[in-house]
Antibody
Framework: EVRLLESGGGLVQPGGSLRLSCAASGFPFSTYAMVWVRQAPGQGLEWVSSISVSGADTYYADSVKGRFTISRDNSKNTLCLQMNSLRAEDTAVYYC???????????WGQGTLVTVSS | QPVLTQSSSASASLGSSVKFTCTLSSGHSSYIIAWHQQQPGKAPRYLMKLEGSGSFNKGSGVSDRFSGSGSGADRHLTISNLQSEDEADYYCETWETNTRVFGGGTKLTVL
């Protein structure tokens, strides 16, 4: 069974930093691209960042480019999102998801809540 | 990059059928999309991938009541024999190498 378990969310002040993790199990993690998607309160889904199988290629939404960094450790089956210079508008539930070529995000974690507030 | 357009809301009665539409922007009508369901307070759940030909492949454990169709830029998700647990938000997704795009979502109310 595919399992994705996010952690690291919490309350942080504007301008602060937070590091999210996603522990993957039940599938060969090193053979799948991975994605972070967020959902602000009462809003729809917003893609945040993606990373290739090897980790060599990373992509970001314009809204987080230069502030967030996605990474992965295939030896530990872990996906991370380092979030710096956080803003109120970054407040959201952050989901990690597995991306399958030509099929989309076929497995989702349960999400972790990030609240940016003073 | 592609844009996906969805109606904001829909309603249908228990036991009836409902059809959602996701429209791809100009120049992107050949893209594969995926459909996701998000029940209140829960994480999204993958339903299926849907190609421009109308061919679809459902995720593991997805009920036979869910099906896909479409041609050109319009892609549809149909739910038959509506149940109360189908009340949820439904999102379409597409992607390119360097981006992922979600539609705004359609909120389904089961009457």
């Amino acid at each position: 069974e595919v399992r994705l378990l996010e952690s690291g969310g919490g309350l942080v002040q504007p301008g602060g930093s937070l590091r999210l993790s996603c522990a993957a199990s039940g599938f060969p993690f090193s053979t799948y691209a991975m994605v972070w998607v967020r959902q602000a309160p009462g809003q729809g889904l917003e893609w945040v960042s993606s990373i290739s199988v090897s980790g060599a290629d990373t992509y970001y939404a314009d809204s987080v480019k230069g502030r967030f960094t996605i990474s992965r450790d295939n030896s530990k089956n872990t996906l991370c999102l380092q979030m710096n210079s956080l803003r109120a508008e970054d407040t959201a539930v952050y989901y990690c998801a597995r991306h399958v070529v030509a099929a989309g995000c076929d497995s989702w974690g349960q999400g972790t809540l990030v609240t940016v507030s003073s | 990059q592609p844009v996906l357009t969805q109606s904001s809301s829909a309603s249908a009665s228990l036991g009836s059928s409902v059809k959602f539409t996701c429209t791809l922007s100009s120049g992107h009508s050949s893209y594969i999309i995926a459909w996701h369901q998000q029940q209140p307070g829960k994480a999204p759940r993958y339903l299926m991938k849907l190609e421009g030909s109308g061919s679809f492949n459902k995720g593991s454990g997805v009920s036979d009541r869910f099906s896909g169709s479409g041609s050109g830029a319009d892609r549809h998700l149909t739910i038959s024999n509506l149940q109360s647990e189908d009340e949820a938000d439904y999102y379409c997704e597409t992607w390119e190498t360097n981006t992922r795009v979600f539609g705004g979502g359609t909120k389904l109310t089961v009457l």
